[in-house]
């Protein structure tokens, strides 16, 4: 099995320097179900020693995977990045 | 070929390269993938755009933006231009089946110098993007300064316009109508005054391009003007390789009354030497003798000396001992 | 959305006719047909390009095109054409596949083919502007204009960014924020959806052509089932020229309690032995996902509303039932039938919710509406445990009996192996029996 790093350095993301989603992880330390950490396909959410969310968006899909399993009201603010940022497939 | 002329005397012009931004090679082979979206305009380049319209709101003119490539570029190029240049012009080749450009830098640059020059669009500032991301040198805008005869700064890491916002990171002082800072070797710095009339290349970072109104990138994709290259790129001659050899250093006229005098000092040959030493020893002593030189010469104190010599003597668990003294290898 | 508004009194501060939002399949069959019509239109993608933001699995179902774009198989972007199509049903290390082959689809009109999306939908996108339409692209809507409750036009992210229009097609994906701002969408359910993850995985060209049995331009299109442990889903395998691309769809709420990471559910199929030598070798050439309105007809919102219709994904006109992995023709069908209502109601000058009211009466009788209304039960019969785990370990289970040879025994009847495997597996007679017409039915 390839290295996760590996897999994600395999697709073209065109970053913009503001987040397109954030996470208030203030939010999430109320949360028992944290589905956000295994569905996330690209693995961008990561639990914190102290019962946060460390959220990274450089590497995102824009899937919406997040904000559909999210079952706290407002942990997630998401939109898309500014037009002609983020991820940009080539052969999918 | 008759070139674009200029509405506005004295415009801004960009130029910009159309390049693969993320070549792919198939992982099978090793072979470079032709891809479809990954050409575009590398971040000098959009800099170059970003400065160039700033320079002509500030001036009052207009901006040109000019690529010499495919015709494969046209829209991009379009969508580039949208940001506020009042033109945008592709001049292709000329050759067809050429889709993806390919003048040399040389080729390039006289291109280029035809259409900005002053039977041209008569530009007054060019701003091109350093160093052109499919392994360029940075050399077309050199090239292009020669050909219009304008001074030149190039590999500018920040512009300053004056009571402008400034441009990355460059003050501007009262005499010049431009500042600039560039990048030297060594991590060095060095503040540029840049003429009003001036070919100048820019990094990626000085300047983010602006996104482009609504309307302006709804019609970009017309707005291009279409320019054939007047000449056919030149037969390709066989590269000559060199050796490589280091480049030349001024040094400063050797002193001297007559030729015997002056070859003397230029080669030190009758100056008084200490003829150098070469000794063998085992790390410990070898540190130890190193310190004992350094106290003959006089770098170290007495004590500094004697408690290196301790030193040694325990990690080695014996007396210091006179270093054998080996004949110097031819 | 249903009760009417009066006709919008004055067009004269309109941009365009109509605004279409996402140039995928939906947003430019809905382009090309307006402009080919005449209209003014204005298509517009967040993406750099047509197609950047969006991955499938794999097979385009064309014969769609026939009529958008005539012998669309001289020029389209396309890797392969199915000609062997395979439904395997798998456990752990059991595999049955049925494996159906046929030249005719490898000729015109073909019937299925492989693409790239980044190439596809640009190509298709090239085609709305040919026809007249105008593309904007690295441009997000951000939000609609409205006028006391109608749909004038949309917001973008550009500076200036509002643009105005008689009628906005809402064909932004699954995700439509544009149908939830108008209001066409009820709760929004994450049962209803499912995440699809995938690599492409580079192979030389000859080996895809010897490890599927394929030569020229065919190829294989593989549906899986019962690969992806506790989690409802399937799995898919294609192959395009000298790329493969396996992938899993997985139900949203089962992995985000499951405890099982989508590409960990990946690598265990790659690494099935029924997988296995079809990839080795191979390396991943891009990884992508994207979800999916997997509950169809259940799931679809109110298609019109006062200025604005919803196609493709956006209106959840995805067919994603196990046997069945098909949008692109769904968007292209519905996106081409929301153009062609559009120009119906501008040349009336009703562009209300009454007056675009022909889009669904098109869709109805349609393949669009027909087939999801005729596969409405199948999403849940294929997501279900049933389908999920315990049709493939006893479809495995009497095949493995069958074949297996225990001489000096005899030979059991199928009867007796089938009764057997039910009993190991937990399947009751009634439930098989109760599934099997509810599948007949349903997929009849
Ligand atoms: C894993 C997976 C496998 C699939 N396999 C198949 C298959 O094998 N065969 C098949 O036929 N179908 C398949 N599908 C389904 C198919 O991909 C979709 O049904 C189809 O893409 C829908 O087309 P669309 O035009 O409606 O939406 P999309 O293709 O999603 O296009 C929407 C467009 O809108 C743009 N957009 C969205 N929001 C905005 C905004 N705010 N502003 C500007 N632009 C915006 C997006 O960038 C995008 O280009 C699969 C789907 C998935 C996820
Ligand atoms: S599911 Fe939502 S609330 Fe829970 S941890 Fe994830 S982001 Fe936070
Ligand atoms: S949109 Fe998709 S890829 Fe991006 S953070 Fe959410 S789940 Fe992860």
Same mark, same amino acid.
């Given at each position: 099995?390839?290295?996760?790093?590996?897999?994600?350095?395999?697709?073209?993301?065109?970053?913009?320097?503001?987040?397109?989603?954030?996470?208030?992880?203030?939010?999430?330390?109320?949360?028992?179900?944290?589905?956000?950490?295994?569905?996330?396909?690209?693995?961008?959410?990561?639990?914190?020693?102290?019962?946060?969310?460390?959220?990274?968006?450089?590497?995102?899909?824009?899937?919406?995977?997040?904000?559909?399993?999210?079952?706290?009201?407002?942990?997630?603010?998401?939109?898309?990045?500014?037009?002609?940022?983020?991820?940009?497939?080539?052969?999918? | 070929?008759?070139?674009?002329?200029?509405?506005?005397?004295?415009?801004?012009?960009?130029?910009?390269?159309?390049?693969?931004?993320?070549?792919?090679?198939?992982?099978?082979?090793?072979?470079?993938?032709?891809?479809?979206?990954?050409?575009?305009?590398?971040?000098?380049?959009?800099?170059?755009?970003?400065?160039?319209?700033?320079?002509?709101?500030?001036?009052?003119?207009?901006?040109?933006?000019?690529?010499?490539?495919?015709?494969?570029?046209?829209?991009?190029?379009?969508?580039?231009?949208?940001?506020?240049?009042?033109?945008?012009?592709?001049?292709?080749?000329?050759?067809?089946?050429?889709?993806?450009?390919?003048?040399?830098?040389?080729?390039?640059?006289?291109?280029?110098?035809?259409?900005?020059?002053?039977?041209?669009?008569?530009?007054?500032?060019?701003?091109?993007?350093?160093?052109?991301?499919?392994?360029?040198?940075?050399?077309?805008?050199?090239?292009?300064?020669?050909?219009?005869?304008?001074?030149?700064?190039?590999?500018?890491?920040?512009?300053?316009?004056?009571?402008?916002?400034?441009?990355?990171?460059?003050?501007?002082?009262?005499?010049?109508?431009?500042?600039?800072?560039?990048?030297?070797?060594?991590?060095?710095?060095?503040?540029?005054?840049?003429?009003?009339?001036?070919?100048?290349?820019?990094?990626?970072?000085?300047?983010?391009?602006?996104?482009?109104?609504?309307?302006?990138?709804?019609?970009?994709?017309?707005?291009?003007?279409?320019?054939?290259?007047?000449?056919?790129?030149?037969?390709?001659?066989?590269?000559?390789?060199?050796?490589?050899?280091?480049?030349?250093?001024?040094?400063?006229?050797?002193?001297?009354?007559?030729?015997?005098?002056?070859?003397?000092?230029?080669?030190?040959?009758?100056?008084?030497?200490?003829?150098?030493?070469?000794?063998?020893?085992?790390?410990?002593?070898?540190?130890?003798?190193?310190?004992?030189?350094?106290?003959?010469?006089?770098?170290?104190?007495?004590?500094?000396?004697?408690?290196?010599?301790?030193?040694?003597?325990?990690?080695?668990?014996?007396?210091?001992?006179?270093?054998?003294?080996?004949?110097?290898?031819? | 959305? *249903?009760?009417?508004?009066?006709?919008?009194?004055?067009?004269?501060?309109?941009?365009?006719?109509?605004?279409?939002?996402?140039?995928?399949?939906?947003?430019?069959?809905?382009?090309?047909?307006?402009?080919?019509?005449?209209?003014?239109?204005?298509?517009? @993608?967040?993406?750099?390009?047509?197609?950047?933001?969006?991955?499938?699995?794999?097979?385009?179902?064309?014969?769609?095109?026939?009529?958008?774009?005539?012998?669309?198989?001289?020029?389209?972007?396309?890797?392969?054409?199915?000609?062997?199509?395979?439904? #395997?049903?798998?456990?752990?290390?059991?595999?049955?596949?049925?494996?159906?082959?046929?030249?005719?689809?490898?000729?015109?009109?073909?019937?299925?083919?492989?693409?790239?999306?980044?190439? =596809?939908?640009?190509?298709?996108?090239?085609?709305?502007?040919?026809?007249?339409?105008?593309?904007?692209?690295?441009?997000?809507?951000?939000?609609?204009?409205?006028?006391?409750?109608?749909?004038?036009?949309?917001?973008?992210?550009?500076?200036?960014?509002?643009?105005?229009?008689?009628?906005?097609?809402?064909?932004?994906?699954?995700?439509?924020?544009?149908?939830?701002?108008?209001?066409?969408?009820?709760?929004?359910?994450?049962?209803?959806?499912?995440?699809?993850?995938?690599?492409?995985?580079?192979?030389?060209?000859?080996?895809?052509?010897?490890?599927?049995?394929?030569?020229?331009?065919?190829?294989?299109?593989?549906?899986?089932?019962?690969? *992806?442990?506790?989690?409802?889903?399937?799995?898919?395998?294609?192959?395009?020229?000298? *790329?493969?691309?396996?992938?899993?769809?997985?139900?949203?709420?089962?992995?985000?309690?499951?405890?099982?990471?989508?590409?960990?559910?990946?690598?265990?199929?790659?690494?099935?032995?029924?997988?296995?030598?079809?990839?080795?070798?191979?390396?991943?050439?891009?990884?992508?996902?994207?979800?999916?309105?997997?509950?169809?007809?259940? #799931?679809?919102?109110?298609?019109?509303?006062?200025?604005?219709?919803?196609?493709?994904?956006?209106?959840?006109?995805?067919?994603?039932?196990?046997?069945?992995?098909?949008?692109?023709?769904?968007?292209?069908?519905?996106?081409?039938?929301?153009?062609?209502?559009?120009?119906?109601?501008?040349?009336?000058?009703?562009?209300?919710?009454?007056?675009?009211?022909?889009?669904?009466?098109?869709?109805?009788?349609?393949?669009?509406?027909?087939?999801?209304?005729?596969?409405? @039960?199948?999403?849940?019969?294929?997501?279900?445990?049933?389908?999920?785990?315990?049709?493939?370990? #006893?479809?495995?289970?009497?095949?493995?009996? #069958? =074949?297996?040879?225990?001489?000096?025994?005899?030979?059991?009847?199928?009867?007796?192996?089938?009764?057997?495997?039910?009993? *190991?597996?937990?399947?009751?007679?009634?439930?098989?029996?109760?599934?099997?017409?509810?599948?007949?039915?349903?997929?009849?």
């Amino acid at each position: 099995m390839i290295s996760f790093e590996r897999r994600m350095d395999s697709v073209e993301f065109r970053i913009h320097s503001e987040a397109h989603i954030v996470v208030d992880d203030t939010i999430c330390r109320d949360c028992s179900v944290r589905g956000c950490i295994t569905a996330c396909p690209a693995d961008l959410f990561v639990p914190t020693s102290d019962g946060g969310i460390l959220f990274n968006y450089e590497q995102c899909f824009e899937c919406g995977t997040c904000y559909l399993v999210c079952n706290e009201e407002g942990a997630i603010s998401w939109n898309y990045p500014e037009g002609g940022h983020g991820v940009v497939f080539h052969s999918s | 070929m008759n070139p674009p002329t200029s509405t506005d005397p004295g415009c801004v012009a960009a130029c910009v390269k159309w390049v693969d931004l993320s070549p792919e090679t198939d992982p099978t082979s090793g072979l470079p993938v032709p891809s479809a979206h990954s050409w575009g305009f590398s971040e000098a380049d959009r800099s170059a755009v970003e400065v160039a319209l700033r320079l002509a709101d500030d001036r009052g003119t207009d901006a040109v933006v000019v690529c010499v490539g495919p015709p494969d570029a046209q829209w991009a190029l379009g969508e580039l231009a949208a940001a506020g240049a009042a033109r945008a012009v592709l001049v292709t080749s000329g050759n067809p089946g050429d889709t993806r450009g390919g003048a040399s830098s040389g080729e390039t640059a006289r291109i280029l110098a035809d259409i900005l020059g002053p039977v041209g669009l008569d530009a007054d500032t060019v701003v091109c993007g350093d160093i052109s991301l499919d392994r360029g040198s940075g050399s077309v805008p050199a090239l292009l300064a020669h050909h219009l005869e304008l001074p030149q700064a190039l590999g500018l890491i920040s512009v300053d316009l004056g009571d402008r916002p400034r441009i990355g990171g460059a003050t501007r002082d009262a005499t010049t109508t431009l500042m600039g800072v560039r990048r030297l070797d060594g991590a060095r710095r060095e503040r540029v005054g840049i003429p009003a009339r001036a070919v100048m290349s820019v990094e990626g970072a000085v300047a983010p391009l602006r996104r482009a109104p609504l309307g302006r990138a709804v019609e970009a994709r017309r707005r291009v003007q279409r320019e054939s290259s007047p000449r056919r790129p030149e037969p390709v001659r066989p590269a000559r390789i060199l050796q490589w050899r280091p480049p030349p250093r001024s040094l400063p006229a050797p002193e001297g009354t007559d030729a015997f005098e002056r070859v003397v000092s230029l080669t030190g040959a009758l100056e008084e030497r200490t003829p150098p030493r070469v000794v063998e020893l085992a790390p410990p002593q070898a540190a130890a003798e190193i310190l004992r030189q350094l106290h003959r010469w006089g770098y170290l104190t007495d004590a500094g000396a004697a408690g290196a010599e301790a030193t040694a003597a325990k990690a080695t668990g014996s007396e210091p001992t006179d270093p054998v003294t080996a004949e110097p290898r031819p | 959305m *249903t009760e009417h508004t009066a006709e919008r009194p004055s067009s004269d501060n309109d941009d365009f006719d109509a605004i279409v939002v996402g140039a995928g399949p939906a947003g430019s069959a809905a382009a090309l047909e307006l402009a080919r019509a005449g209209r003014s239109v204005l298509l517009i @993608e967040r993406g750099p390009f047509p197609g950047s933001k969006n991955m499938y699995g794999g097979v385009i179902y064309g014969r769609i095109l026939d009529t958008l774009v005539p012998q669309w198989w001289t020029e389209a972007p396309i890797q392969r054409w199915v000609t062997r199509r395979q439904t #395997m049903m798998m456990t752990g290390e059991q595999a049955l596949t049925v494996d159906y082959r046929t030249e005719a689809w490898g000729r015109p009109p073909y019937n299925g083919a492989t693409a790239y999306r980044p190439d =596809f939908d640009s190509w298709l996108a090239d085609k709305a502007v040919e026809e007249g339409a105008t593309l904007v692209c690295s441009t997000t809507v951000t939000g609609l204009l409205t006028d006391s409750g109608r749909v004038v036009g949309v917001s973008t992210d550009r500076p200036d960014g509002d643009v105005r229009a008689r009628v906005v097609i809402a064909a932004d994906g699954v995700n439509s924020f544009l149908a939830k701002e108008a209001g066409l969408y009820g709760e929004v359910d994450p049962a209803n959806y499912t995440v699809g993850v995938k690599e492409t995985i580079a192979l030389p060209r000859s080996v895809i052509d010897e490890r599927f049995a394929v030569r020229g331009d065919h190829g294989v299109d593989i549906e899986i089932i019962g690969c *992806t442990g506790d989690v409802p889903g399937g799995g898919f395998l294609y192959t395009n020229s000298d *790329t493969i691309a396996v992938g899993l769809v997985l139900s949203l709420p089962a992995l985000a309690a499951g405890g099982r990471r989508p590409e960990e559910l990946l690598a265990e199929l790659k690494l099935h032995p029924a997988i296995a030598p079809l990839v080795e070798g191979g390396e991943v050439k891009e990884y992508s996902a994207h979800v999916i309105p997997e509950a169809g007809y259940d #799931m679809m919102p109110e298609l019109v509303g006062d200025g604005i219709v919803v196609a493709g994904d956006a209106a959840a006109m995805c067919l994603a039932a196990g046997l069945w992995l098909e949008g692109v023709n769904f968007a292209i069908g519905s996106g081409a039938a929301a153009g062609r209502a559009c120009h119906g109601a501008l040349r009336k000058g009703d562009t209300s919710a009454v007056g675009l009211g022909d889009y669904r009466r098109r869709l109805e009788s349609s393949f669009v509406l027909k087939d999801h209304r005729k596969l409405r @039960e199948a999403p849940h019969l294929v997501m279900g445990e049933l389908a999920q785990q315990k049709l493939p370990a #006893m479809a495995c289970g009497v095949a493995e009996d #069958m =074949f297996t040879v225990t001489n000096p025994e005899p030979k059991a009847g199928l009867m007796r192996i089938v009764r057997r495997q039910m009993r *190991t597996n937990g399947v009751k007679l009634r439930s098989v029996v109760g599934d099997t017409w509810r599948a007949l039915r349903a997929f009849g």
